[in-house]
């Protein structure tokens, strides 16, 4: 069966950086397209970033420039670079696929940004 884990979160102040990863399994990683969403506290689960198979990568408006998403066919990894970060970027961050018109999502990963 399909399984997606996060990792990489923590505790970063404001302007710092961290790289989440992750790790997929029971798929044909390569030919995928991979998300990444967050869900802060009582708001609703938002795409932050996609990237397809082929490499092509979008963002949300308030990521660009400082968020990167990026993937290993090799390592059936996908990441996500975030820098800059801002307190408005603390929230739970999963990684997610949408397979067969079935989405499947990792347990996430937590990311608080202190001001």
């Known amino acids: 069966q399909v399984q997606l884990v996060e990792s990489g979160g923590g505790l970063v102040q404001a302007g710092g950086s961290l790289r989440l990863s992750c790790a997929a399994s029971?798929?044909?990683?390569?030919?995928?397209?991979m998300d990444w969403y967050r869900q802060a506290p009582g708001k609703q689960r938002d795409l932050v970033a996609t990237?397809?198979?082929?490499?092509?990568?979008n963002y949300a408006d308030s990521v660009k420039g400082r968020f990167s998403i990026s993937r290993d066919n090799a390592k059936n990894t996908v990441y996500l670079q975030m820098n800059s970060l801002k307190p408005e970027d603390t929230a739970k961050y999963y990684c997610?696929?949408?397979?067969?018109?079935?989405?499947?999502w990792g347990q996430g990963t937590q990311v608080t940004v202190s001001s």
């Open positions: 997610s696929l949408d397979l067969h018109f079935t989405r499947h």
């Open positions: 990237i397809a198979s082929d490499g092509t990568a």
């Open positions: 029971g798929i044909i990683f390569s030919i995928n397209a």
